[in-house]
């Protein structure tokens, strides 16, 4: 998610994610047989989760807490750094039978996957009390058609756009977020503008105005129901014009040398973010906490946050139980009570997840939140605001997650010079081959 040694930096993140997906599969606890490691030791019942990224519920001090007031309660929680080691390790188990975590945490791209081809696997929160507060569009995307729910929603992904005040400045641009915003309102081609008046007035050491191309697309895609498939899980990508205008505006702003050639969470974009390589990155509610710990103190304060020209979500996840643990009925209460509106509240005002629930939402400490390390922009405003205009339905495809992500590897391709017709027919030809 560079160009520079691509075939090398390609074989060593495989190696890497290849040593990791072994070690996910080794797992903690109860045994090579154990369909998951948890279960009744030493008095305790002992619940183990696997997860990825920062989502929050151990970095917050969510789990520490659950047990202090649950004192039978013996928490091992297992966390990947990327998440698609995380999925695959997480279908191998699946397929096995063994090996699994009681809590798995299901990432929004692959929530359809899950609930067409694993919904035997997990458990069924319906009918849970306590567990109606949820964004009905949430919940729809884990629940099955005869109506199981294989899981509960943890945060939604509402995009706005974090900028370098310093690098606009330098620019000749205004640094002000609802006058930044005003630059771009209601309309991307406005934002690619904006990056081109960057790229002919920035006066200083280079300094791209985009991460890469790729945030660009997944912001403009992500603002529609559909992008990829239908309702009716039928592939449309090559004929949705939600898809094509996203590809070409992305492709125009990556032949006007706007970006950096960093995609967001591969190598060389955590140091572009300390170095402040680049102005500007498309950053949905969660990506704020993992920006601020990789761009460092040195930059507090340097960041602010300004609404995005149209409304989107992009990611969010869930929490799953599996079917077979020994330990179901807590680990239900668990997901309830981690992903219940005071902790989604509690998650947001630490690390800025965006809460799916609706009652969360309404929190006044959500709805006040402000961030000390983004110039104390009122992220509960904003990201407020842009959850209200993320479409009802959102539309969810088996091979979501895998089709984005060679998206993302298509636009690299044009930003390192590939025509992007050519590019395109590359993409598609690997969307293919991936989704059978």
């Known amino acids: 998610m560079t160009t520079v040694n691509r075939s090398s930096r ?14 996910l599969l080794a797992g903690c606890g109860g045994g090579d047989d154990s369909v998951t490691g948890g279960g009744k030791k030493d008095g305790k019942t002992v619940i183990t989760m696997g997860m990825y990224g920062v989502m929050g519920f151990k970095e917050t001090g969510l789990l520490e807490q659950y047990e202090k007031e649950n004192p039978d309660v013996d928490i091992q929680a297992e966390v990947a750094g990327d998440e698609q080691t995380y999925y695959t390790a997480l279908q191998t188990k699946l397929a ?3 090996g699994l975590k009681d809590i798995q945490g299901i990432e929004i791209g692959r929530a359809k996957e899950v609930v067409d ?3 035997d696997n997990f458990a069924d929160f319906k009918g849970m009390a306590d567990t109606d507060h949820f964004l009905p569009w949430k919940q729809s995307q884990i629940t099955t058609k005869d109506g199981k729910v294989l899981g509960l929603g943890t945060d939604i992904g509402p995009m706005a756009v974090c900028y370098r005040k310093d690098h606009f400045e330098a620019a000749g641009l205004p640094t002000d977020r609802e006058e930044v915003a005003k630059l771009w309102e209601g309309d991307w081609n406005k934002f690619v503008e904006v990056g081109k008046t960057f790229k002919k007035n920035f006066k200083g050491d280079k300094v791209a105005y985009m991460d890469a191309s790729s945030g660009l697309f997944n912001a403009m895609i992500y603002g529609h129901s559909e992008q990829f498939y239908n309702a009716q899980g039928e592939l449309i990508y090559k004929d949705n014009p939600v898809v094509t205008e996203a590809w070409n505006l992305a492709a125009d702003a990556a ?3 706007l970006s950096a050639k960093l995609r967001q969470f591969q190598p060389g974009w955590d140091p572009g973010l300390s170095n402040g390589t ?13 920006i601020g710990e990789k761009a460092g103190d040195k930059n507090k304060g340097k960041w602010d946050v300004a609404k995005a020209p149209k409304g989107a979500n992009w990611g969010g996840s869930f929490l799953g139980v599996v079917e077979k643990s020994p330990v179901k009925e807590e680990a239900k209460k668990l997901v309830a ?7 989604q509240a509690h998650i947001f005002k630490k690390q800025g997840s965006v809460p799916s629930s609706q009652v969360a939402l309404e929190n006044p400490d959500v709805k006040n939140s402000t961030s000390e390390y ?18 009802d339905e959102q539309v ?29 027919q590359t993409t598609s030809e690997r969307i293919e081959k991936a989704v059978g």
């Open 396 to 424: 969810l495809g088996r091979k979501d997650g895998t089709i984005k992500d060679t998206f993302s590897q298509g636009l690299t391709l044009v930003e390192e010079g590939t025509p992007r017709d050519k590019a395109w």
């Open 255 to 257: 032949e006007a040398g």
């Open 96 to 98: 096995a039978g063994k």
């Open 337 to 343: 009570w981690l992903t219940a509106p005071e902790q």
């Open 10 to 23: 390609t074989r060593a993140v495989a190696l890497v994610a290849a040593v990791s997906a072994i070690s």
């Open 374 to 391: 983004f110039s104390n922009a009122p992220i509960g405003q904003i990201f407020g605001q842009a959850a209200q205009e993320i479409p």
């Open 117 to 119: 081809t694993q919904a």
């Open 278 to 290: 680049f102005a500007t990155t498309v950053c949905p509610a969660w990506m704020l906490g993992h």
